[in-house]
């Protein structure tokens, strides 16, 4: 049985799915803080899907967990994952990302399951000295967000030597899209990505989308992002578990699609697809943003054997269904008060 921390988020959902639809069995495991018990019982009616609330912090939820269940394997999701709150709230990350992760580090090596993939993130670079971004770039994060996901990578170095456990680290870059279907998408609350935003002030009219910072140093003073499709993120996933299946070796991989888009470009891409003007407002900078960021993929492809398969229109589209179904059956709308 395949581990799945955060399973009930936004990217971990999306992974849980790709796996049940390759004959997996999965358990979720998740304290529902950023998750939603509505998505895990979506995954649970399309395959062998097992869920369990619980919190990384506690460690007699992970010797229950582990006692319980016959794991060999994980895929760990679960971290708080906005810049902006890590700058203000730094404590809130660190007990969480990284205290959170040595827990269950160490429940994995009492109960002798040793294979990793360990969601980490393109913040872990800070401010880029070149782009595209390959994985062997010096990794000089500004924010506490990305230092807790470098934390981790380290202490995956040091647990290898130890104890032999291996990880794959998946350095990805923004996020996108949604389940083609729509059985499943994105949801956060408060949301702060930039697509289901945009998306938000096109459906409601009274809302506007606010662009902060257009000084940069980039084409058009506006931030420059590489934004991956969630499905192919969660197929990179799979494919990273499987390779630590055969290899049983320790790797990095970062993923995105090598492409940067700024802000201004995917607003203007959004207008495109929805065929809507959208209000919109430019507002300062956030704390711990850097202008660019993207990605060299090369390695992934190479030994990953994993590609992009879906543009940013595809992206845009299926997060604009998404979030005009999660609009139209919310008590009262409240994502969008």
């Known amino acids: 049985m395949l581990l799945v921390t955060g399973g009930a988020g936004y990217i971990g959902s999306h992974a849980v799915l790709n796996l049940i639809e390759n004959n ?11 998750g939603h018990i509505e998505t895990v019982n979506t995954l649970i009616g399309f395959g062998n899907v097992k869920f369990v609330k619980g919190d990384l912090r506690n ?24 810049v902006e709150e890590s700058v203000k709230k730094p404590s809130k990350y660190y007990i969480n990302n990284i205290y959170g992760t040595i827990n269950l580090l160490d429940t994995m090596i009492k109960h002798n399951v040793k294979k990793i993939v360990f969601s980490s993130t393109c ?58 279907k729509i059985r499943i ?12 935003n945009i998306i938000k002030s096109a459906i409601n009219e009274s809302k506007t989308f606010n662009i902060f910072g257009a000084d940069y140093d980039t084409k058009d003073g506006t931030c420059i992002r590489d934004y991956v499709n969630v499905l192919d ?78 543009t940013l229109e595809e992206s845009i589209k299926t997060a604009y269904l998404w979030e005009n179904y999660i609009f139209s059956n919310t008590a009262s709308n409240m994502l969008y008060k």
């Not at 992970?62 to 994980?74: A, C, K, R």
Request: with cysteine; charged share 30%; proline share 4%.
């Open 24 to 34: 997996y069995n999965v358990l979720i495991f998740d304290n529902l803080e950023n």
């Open 59 to 82: 460690l007699e939820d992970l010797e229950n967990l582990f006692n319980s269940y016959n794991i060999d394997g994980v895929i760990h999701f679960a971290a708080f994952a906005l």
């Open 123 to 180: 913040a872990t670079y800070g401010e880029p000295k070149y782009t595209p971004i390959d994985e062997n770039h010096t990794q000089n994060t500004i924010n506490p967000y990305g230092y807790s996901k470098l934390v981790v990578e380290h202490i995956m170095d040091d647990y290898d030597k130890a104890y032999e456990l291996k990880s794959i680290r998946l350095r990805y870059f923004n996020v996108a899209g949604s389940d083609e």
């Open 185 to 196: 998408g994105e949801w956060h609350e408060p949301e702060t990505h930039l697509i289901p």
């Open 233 to 310: 993120l969660a197929e990179a996933h799979r494919l990273a578990y499987e390779y630590l299946l055969k290899e049983n070796q320790t790797e990095v991989f970062n993923l995105g699609t090598g492409n940067g888009y700024s802000v201004k470009e995917v607003f203007n891409a959004c207008e495109k697809v929805l065929n809507k003007k959208i209000p919109v407002e430019i507002k300062s900078r956030r704390s711990g943003d850097p202008a660019k960021l993207y990605a060299d993929i090369t390695k992934a492809k190479k030994i990953l054997k994993w590609e992009p398969k879906r």
